[in-house]
């Protein structure tokens, strides 16, 4: 993937605690680093994001992955300030949110960010084309250009022929298409999904999911997607943030996630995930060298099957089913490495 | 297992557990005799109950032993003075209290062997539910304890002495008791009886009396403008109760309002009249032909063939009986009430259902303006607007407004929250969030508000005859005070179709439209 370093939205050590008494319990968490039941206990305040700072690059799918409760929907809520922080800043394209007054948060909410909702939170008195042209109407744009534009946000989510419907008389799947295509309509840069697919049955998700991979590598919007499931999360995100309590405890991409999880608790996770596209051949070979001093020279090199260090998992176990000789990493028509099938089954477990 | 459920009545009843065990079990078997009877419990009445630790029972056994008594010293009251009157040679009233003597004695007797049978029955079937319940919950009292006939004869002496007392004896009057009160005041003496009377048996005492107010009045001057004149109390007069000290000075507001504020109320008068006239151009200066075939139409348009034929039968039957003009001005008074609510209503409803402080503010008042029974509101519409069609106007929207103004707040209170966080998500500014997003959701039940409105519109209205807004309500008030009957339930008919009419039409009309 290419990408561009610069980074389009920027959390700079937010804090969220709710209650009335935030301000004190902050200071006391800071200067005496209470837990969340202590917090709660003294002054009724539940934290919802703990110190986060995260930076999205221009383009990149960015994933934010926890349980319900972790604070991620929180965290995602403040980038377009539906949420106030408690402490520290939100930069978008290096303006700082938290500056701007009413008409231009607006503004930066109707032109600049596009939202994606779990349960959709469509309009349910406007039709499919109403609600998908509603940030433009909310910018008084003339309602001829505002069905043309929605005319090709509905070509673009497949939903040619719904417009004129009620969304109540959609599917669950056509309806969160519908939640897409609403955030799209204004051509926004960022795009916040928050948990956008986990409402829908796993096979409309999956569809919905390549659609959207697709959709996303033509029209390449920053994204922030939430999700609580870490198979989706590997699936779509170019890097993967870890949120628990509140506080990001990893991010990474999905690769440094699975073989270098940073605690128990990403561990954990990441136990269950199959790893055959996860990882790839670098990751889990032998260095050629190593593996000569210990099992003798490779000789004939064409009797070999061969693969890339790039390929992956699924690959490699391709190739080493029906042959008796372990796999050649070959880089530039150089050996370089050689997996065996012991280190095939480690890479399978997760282990390098 | 059958012995320790044994054992478990045997706690229970404590003493007797042999015969109560017996029953128990007939009972759970569901093979008790239907006419049981707890003689023990008939014989010994509230006494058994208390004994027994059940005190639902008791109460009951109480309840009617002392109706008995309280009959019992009726027929004594009626007696004795039928015996006095006799004395005084007022034959006419002896026939008549010696019937009520009778009728009292009879009641006593049917009252004490009655309730004592009834009481009996119920004993062993209401003492097994009362150990259902100690099952559950064994702190409940249980057992037999002598101790308990204390506590009960503790309430017998604090409630039956007096409540017979006041069974046997003629209630003082409330003006002999002010009477005797002056008196008392100046000094005199009065027999303790009569004192004892005024205070434990008739009306709750007096029990403080206040000076007069001063008499305020508002005569004019010579440019025509108000002035306030103030004088103090007449010398002499006794001075008066609570009540009449304040429904005085409530008066005295009243009169000081309309004496220097009147021009409000004569702008608003004349604002409800200048409405009501637009209405009713439309509805009484129309030609018959012409309003009927629209009524047809808009019922026809908006709620189908069925409901049109509905309406076409009720406008013959409102032509037929002559009803047709009275009837157009019932509707534009409830149209014109209507709109009002509905113009203030509104926005009052989405400021409730938005703000807290508005919901705190508002909330209460509608409390009480739905808990005053409709007749008070022509008080203060007569005070401030006189008689006539404005301030009948005037006290339909009081009365009609509240629903107007509770499902417009509960419709913006019902939209969904994440929908909101959508529209804020895409830049909608307030008033955008409210026109776009909030209203056109709350809709369903602000028609139901509007449906609502005119319903209790047109029940206000006929009410607000009595203060001359006329209409199919003027033609009721008459009958009632002329005892016409027959012509008064016509027109009671006449309102109840018209009612059912608006209510169809617009009923329809939601259903179709969602």
Redesign the interface.
Known sequence: MVENEKSLVEARGVWKIFGDRAGEALQAIKSEGLDKAEVLERFEAVIGVRDVSIEVREGEIFCIMGLSGSGKSTLVRHINRLIEPTAGSILIDGIDVGSLDAPALRALRSKKIGMVFQNMALFPHRTVRDNIAFALELRNVDAYTRMQVADGVIEKVSLQGYGDRMPSELSGGMQQRVGLARALAADPDILLMDEPFSALDPLIRRGLQDEFLALSKTMRKTTLFITHDLDEAIRMGSRIAIMKDGAIVQVGTSEEIVTNPADEYVADFVKGISKLKLLFAQTVMVPLKQFESEAGKIGELSSYPKAGPKEDLDRLVSLAIGSKRPVLIVDDGNPVGVVTKDALLRGIQGET | MAESHKSSFAEFVGSGDEYYSRIFEKIQKSSLEFAHINFAAATGGFAWAAFRANWLLAWFGFAIDLIALVNLAGAYKYSSASARALADGKDFLVDRYDAWAESNLIAAVVFFFGGRFVFGWLADRLYYRRYSAWRIDRRKSSGANASRLAILAAVVVLIAPLTLYRASQFPPEHRTCIKQDRAIQKGEEIPFKNRFDCFAIGEFPTLFWLDRRNEFSFPRNEDGSRRMEVKPPREGLPPISLNTWTAQATDDGIAYLTAFYGWIFDGITAFLRTMLGAVEAVFVGTPWMITAGVFLAIAYKAAGLRIAVFVGLSLVYLALFGFWQTAMDTLSLVVGASIICVVFGLPLGVWVGKSRAGQAIVTPILDIMQTIPSFVYLLPAVAFFSIGKPPGIFATVIFAMPPMVRLTALGIKQV?E??K?????????PK?LLF??EL??A?PSIMAGVNQVVMMSLSMVVVAALIGAGGMGFIVTEALANTQTGRGILAGIGIALLAMMIDRVVQKAKIAKN
Do not use: H, I, R, S
Request: glycine content about 6%; aromatic content about 6%; proline content about 11%.
């Open positions: 969904p994440n929908t966080e959508a529209a804020l998500a895409f830049g909608a500014n955008q776009k997003v056109p959701l809709l």
